[in-house]
């Protein structure tokens, strides 16, 4: 019985650890150390400004797309499940569209796909694009509750696999 008890024990330590240990998904760059992101602005579905600062004291995740960029489109479900998934008072999925012709395009294609738990963002001059140094679409920043970039991947990804799921509710952990 003493080893039953120290087993049982030992799998609920295991499990009520942070997952702040869980390694990077593939092709996920996470810097030693998080760096400042640059400013800028965008507009949310009512063509109100919004920036990164309006989500301060979340962990964000940032993905720069287009309804143009065949492999975004690919993975917006996968946003979609992960902010109904993770999101709230500590995490929030930003789907930032670079769509030159603004919010009505991203209305029609999230309508089209059901997206049911993001929120739209539209930055229809790219400016973001560039403030964050992005060489392709989609690319995706975390973001610290500070504001600072903890790592970033360039390309699609299956945002609400288990092992991104792991690993990014050991960085909402680990803030």
């Not at 975004?72 to 709230?88: H, Y």
Request: proline share 7%; glycine share 8%.
């Amino acid at each position: 019985m003493k080893m039953f008890a120290l087993a049982l024990l030992g799998a609920m330590l295991a499990v009520a650890q942070p997952a702040a240990g869980v390694e990077a998904p593939q092709n996920f760059a996470v810097h030693e150390t998080p760096v400042p992101v640059p400013e800028f602005q965008f507009q949310d579905a009512n063509r109100q400004p919004k920036t990164l600062a309006d989500f301060r004291g979340k962990v964000v995740l940032l993905n720069i797309w287009a309804t143009w960029c065949a492999p975004c489109r690919k993975e917006m479900p996968t946003l979609d499940r992960l902010q109904g998934k993770l999101g709230g008072s500590d995490f929030e999925v930003v789907a930032l569209s670079v769509d030159r012709a603004g919010p009505d395009v991203v209305k029609k294609f999230f309508a089209e796909i059901g997206i049911e738990h993001l929120a739209l963002s539209v930055d229809a001059s790219a400016k973001a694009m560039f403030a964050i140094g992005t060489i392709g679409l989609p690319t995706t920043l975390l973001i610290d509750r500070d504001g600072k970039e903890i790592g970033r991947l360039i390309g699609p990804a299956e945002w609400d696999a288990p092992d991104m799921i792991d690993f990014i509710r050991g960085r909402i952990a680990a803030n």
